[in-house]
């Protein structure tokens, strides 16, 4: 083989090796421009707009309740708005932008993405009481975003 026939397949074969990656860096940009262009958006709110089954049956805000609109305002910047309907909304924007990394990371070093054991498990259930006290500390004052 010349030297000129290898260097087309050495290119070939390096953007094989780049192409999970660019595929993981395209998929983030996507979903932060849907992210941050939702943000803008100004989607109708109020109780006759909602989704959520468990409120549309009791009338009372789920414990998940505000997030969407929290996650509204991180987009556009506002903070303390966001904080205003959901406390939480910051620490799962981190955790999924973490996620996003972590997986990254483990396309970019061609292995599988693995968590130590119990760990999902253990974040799970702390982040499930944790909302499930925000939301019952918030009911209790009548701070739950209507």
Do not use: D, K, N
Not at 45 to 68: D, E, K, M, W
Not at 81 to 86: E, K, N, S, V
């Amino acid at each position: 083989m010349s030297v000129a026939a290898a260097a087309p397949l050495r290119l070939r074969l390096l953007s094989h090796r780049r192409a999970p990656l660019l595929l993981w860096l395209g998929a983030g940009a996507a979903a932060a421009l849907l992210f941050f262009g939702a943000g803008w958006i100004g989607l109708p709110s109020g109780a006759q707009y909602t989704i959520c089954a468990f409120r549309r049956v009791t009338g009372i805000p789920c414990p998940g309740c505000g997030l969407t609109r929290a996650m509204a305002a991180l987009a556009r910047g506002e903070w303390l708005l966001a904080l205003h309907f959901h406390p939480f909304a910051p620490l799962i924007l981190g955790e999924a932008a973490a996620l996003w990394a972590a997986i990254g990371a483990a396309v970019v070093r061609r292995r599988p993405f693995t968590l130590p054991p119990g760990l999902l498990q253990q974040l799970v259930i702390w982040q499930a009481a944790a909302l499930l006290a925000l939301w019952l500390g918030r009911l209790a004052t009548g701070t739950l975003p209507w």
